[in-house]
Each structure stands twice: as structure tokens, then as C-alpha cells.
Nanobody, 123 residues
Framework: VQLVESGGDLVQPGGSLKLSCTAS????????MTWFRQAPGKERELVAA????????THVDSVKGRFTIARDNAKNTVYLQMNSLKPEDTAVYYC?????????????????WGLGTQVTVSS
């Protein structure tokens, strides 16, 4: 059972990246999926979440209008499209799988985590 993130890179301010998170060993549609990020010296924070069938989504205020979470259950993959990137978006981005929507902000409730992918926004 694992989640594997990819797509992180060094990008200039104003640029775009698309992160992917591929699941194996479990049925993706049984879980709500999220992206968290952790910057150096800061706590891990929720960035975006999507319900198991993709109907409901939420994004933290700091990324609204710039980031979009999506999923393709047939491909066992969750995505995070990031546009208009800012230096403050620099962080390691993690995807996570949780059973209950009410638990999306409670990291201890998660069943699975990926190891993360580094996103660096710098000129």
C-alpha cells in the first residue's frame, strides 16, 4: 500500500506545476484525498481536499483561484494543478487518504500518506 507523489520542481514566480499522487494497494474511491504542504520551520497545512467521487472540493484561502485539486479514480491518481506560483508556495507537498470528510484537517486520522515532493518557487 502506498501513495507516490511526483511533479515537484524548481519554478519561477508566476509559473505553473502539476503534481500527481498515484495510489497502489487500496481502492482510491473509498477515500477522500488531500494535499498538504510543509515549509521549512512550519507546520504541515492542508492545501486542498476532494471527496471520494470528486463532487465536493475545498481549497485553503491562500491558494484559491490559483490551485485546483482533481482526481481520476480509474487511474488511481489525484492531481494538484498549481498556477501563478509564489515564493511562499515553496514547500514539500504531501498527498493523504482519509475515510471521513470531517477528518480532512486531522492528520492523525489519515490511513495513508505519501513521502512528498519538493516544490521550490524562486527566481
Amino acid at each position: 500500500v502506498q501513495l507516490v507523489e511526483s511533479g515537484g520542481d524548481l519554478v519561477q514566480p508566476g509559473g505553473s506545476l502539476k503534481l500527481s499522487c498515484t495510489a497502489s494497494g487500496f481502492t482510491l474511491k473509498d477515500y477522500h484525498m488531500t494535499w498538504f504542504r510543509q515549509a521549512p520551520g512550519k507546520e504541515r497545512e492542508l492545501v486542498a481536499a476532494i471527496e471520494n467521487y470528486g463532487i465536493g472540493r475545498t481549497h485553503v484561502d491562500s491558494v484559491k483561484g490559483r490551485f485546483t485539486i482533481a482526481r481520476d479514480n480509474a487511474k488511481n491518481t489525484v492531481y494538484l494543478q498549481m498556477n501563478s506560483l509564489k515564493p511562499e508556495d515553496t514547500a514539500v507537498y504531501y498527498c493523504g487518504a482519509v475515510r471521513k470528510w470531517s477528518d480532512i484537517r486531522t492528520m492523525q486520522k489519515y490511513d495513508y500518506w505519501g513521502l512528498g515532493t519538493q516544490v521550490t518557487v524562486s527566481s
